[in-house]
């Protein structure tokens, strides 16, 4: 088992900290959900985990080594990244976007193309393989990016809003398909806005909450107390609304104070 460690991680930028001492591991085969405010350091984080932003304290290690040791390819094997604006309207077709993400193998052109046109097969996309990216939907966009994703086999996926751009329906196929990438092995950390996606897994994510730049609290997706924890993070209250057999949480509509567990 693979693990990605991120050990008292703070990183600053001028007189702001934006991420303060953040310490938690990851490991293939899990998944790992951050929330919180707009402007929390969540992004920041997921830019420290991948050796993109530079850190004033901490560590970030990869199965024992820090990252900082890891070359290109190597560290291309072990992290991918989906940022939150990840491909540009531009006449590149969605096919050759996909390839791009195989830089780190050694293959013919015949097996990458094979490997692309696998992955957006997967993500529903096999019809527009050819078709130039500006000539694609936002969301057409983003299942382009989410199957570069996994066309770089990488053994585990940083995430920022996946399910952005997405219709309803699309949402929930992207967060199932991620719930099935964890089930083959691959260790997911994914930034969400909306936590009732996280139950399309059917895996058993883990919460994080940061607000300020500080790890608030670490919680199963399924315990009772997650909905008052994220009442607290977000300073509005929260319901827990019976679902299907789950839950949902919802902020409380006007008049409402407590939340439900």
């Excluded at 001492?21 to 920041?44: I, R």
Aim: charged share 20%; hydrophobic share 50%.
């Amino acid at each position: 088992m693979s693990s990605l460690v991120l050990e008292a991680v703070s990183v600053r930028s001028d007189a702001r900290t934006l991420v303060d001492g953040a310490s938690f591991e990851l490991e293939t085969g899990g998944f790992v959900a951050l929330v919180g405010p707009n402007g929390a350091g969540k992004t920041t984080l997921l830019r420290a985990a991948l050796g993109l932003a530079p850190l004033a304290s901490g560590h970030v290690r990869v199965n024992g080594s820090d990252l900082t040791t890891l070359g290109a390819r190597a560290r291309a094997a072990e992290l991918a990244w989906l940022p939150q604006h990840s491909l540009p309207a531009d006449a590149l077709p969605a096919r050759e976007a996909v390839i791009a993400a195989r830089y780190r193998f050694q293959e013919t052109a015949a097996s990458a193309r094979t490997a692309a046109e696998r992955a957006l097969e997967r993500v529903g996309l096999a019809h527009l393989a050819g078709a130039p990216l500006a000539r694609l939907s936002g969301g057409e966009r983003q299942r382009v990016a989410i199957a570069s994703l996994l066309a770089q086999e990488a053994r585990f996926l940083l995430l920022d809003e996946p399910a952005n751009h997405l219709d309803p329906a699309q949402q929930a196929e992207t967060y199932a398909l991620l719930g099935t990438l964890v089930k083959d092995g691959a260790g997911i950390l994914c930034v969400t806005h909306d936590v009732n996606l996280l139950a399309y897994t059917a895996t058993a994510p883990r919460v994080l909450g940061l607000g300020a730049g500080k790890l608030r609290f670490a919680l199963d997706y399924v315990a009772p107390e997650l909905p008052a924890r994220l009442s607290d993070l977000f300073g509005v209250p929260m319901l827990a609304l019976a679902a299907g057999g789950g839950r949902v949480i919802v902020p409380a509509p006007p008049g409402a104070t407590e939340p439900n567990a």
